[in-house]
């Protein structure tokens, strides 16, 4: 079924033609929620054209974003909360030579599972799109909770190199976030202690290639505690590799391990290859 395009309510703009030129100010409009102003340059029509659009987007919502994308971007989870963003284009006589800049903002909440106050969910995503490399560069951007925070720096193309950093200093809050969007009846791991991911994407975006560094202290799961977590991870669409795992026990104990698994488009299949290897001390 095809989707409503958002509703532009109240747009108001002055319009002046002169000299071959195009200039469209004081663009001001309703959208999804919030508030578009901006304004619209061309130079030289008949020449040597040159465009450039300026735009603000203040208070959207999120909720209305996720109602324009379909229910299934949403699962069951409503998020509450608004974007902001700042943004400017510019261009020639066509769009293969843009180059575009954005810094948005997100403060929104996700709302647990079970009832209680929402967490809070705040991001600032600083990027800049080169259409004649069709490269987005992130720059210094991140997204966090309270508790944990993801640090993206790097580029994203045909040829990525994209830096990520995912700090948490409570595993027990994303626990509990990933429990809104899982089905009932799913056994939480009764998950605490924290965790770092360093990792870099490389590759297309239609096969990347992900390779990281997981370290976890003071882990607890379902009862059972752990001093320390630390493994080499890599993934692509086809394949996911752990190694060098260890696992060391707060009291006594250290497990090593390996795993290997076959995947179909990010996915475990019925027909998947899997290895593990597990080596427990004497």
Known sequence: MDKNPPAILNLHARYAL??????????????????????????????????????????????????????????????????????????????????????????????????????????????TYTASSGVLSLAQSSIGTPQTSILLDGSISQQSALRVRVESRNLHELEEIAQGFQASGFKPLDLYGQASLNATVKGSTRYPKIEGQLTASDLKVRGTSWKLLRAQAAADPNSVRVENGELISATKGRVTFNLNSALQQWAVTPASAFAFGLLLPD
Do not use: C, Y
């Open 18 to 127: 002169a000299n071959g030129n195009v200039s469209i100010s004081g663009i001001r409009a309703g959208l999804l929620g919030g508030q578009m102003t901006g304004s619209f340059n061309m130079r030289d029509l008949t020449g040597n054209t040159n465009s450039n659009l300026a735009a603000r987007l203040n208070s959207i919502s999120v909720a209305e974003i996720e109602g324009l994308l379909g229910p299934s971007t949403a699962g069951h989870v409503n998020v509450h909360g608004s974007l902001g963003a700042i943004a400017d284009a510019k261009w020639g006589k066509n769009t293969d030579d843009l180059v575009a800049h954005a810094n948005v903002t997100l403060k929104a909440g996700l709302p647990p599972a079970h009832g209680g106050p929402e967490t809070p969910l705040n991001g600032l995503i600083r990027g």
